[in-house]
């Protein structure tokens, strides 16, 4: 796959997930904890904020050789740089 085709697939992924996030937060945590509706922008960071949080569970460091192990790390490097411009860029939005 080309990699316009996965910055779109990504973007539309995201946008799928805090559209998804958003309404399930206006239908449980607005009326039983009386907390305020989320804006698209607002799910859309926090959709960012837990991928960021839970992008590292799950790796077991000792089935992996040190190659993987690297690969792990830069993996997680371009998650944290993603994380960080799609954030800053949902921001602007707000």
């Known amino acids: ?3 316009l085709g996965i910055l779109v697939l990504t973007v539309l992924l995201l946008l799928i997930r805090a559209i998804v996030f958003s309404l399930l937060w206006g239908w449980f945590m607005v009326p039983v904890f009386h907390l305020p509706a989320l804006t698209l922008s607002a799910a859309c ?3 960012i904020l837990i991928l960021l949080c839970l992008s590292g569970l799950g790796t077991n460091w000792n089935d992996h050789s040190d190659e993987q192990k690297a690969g792990l ?3 997680s490097l371009a ?3 993603w994380s960080l411009g799609t954030g800053w860029v949902v921001h602007l939005f707000m």
Do not use: F, K
Request: aromatic letters at 0%; charged letters at 10%; a positive charge.
């Open 1 to 3: 796959m080309r990699p």
């Open 73 to 75: 790390i830069m993996q």
């Open 79 to 81: 998650i944290n740089v």
């Open 45 to 47: 960071g926090v959709t």
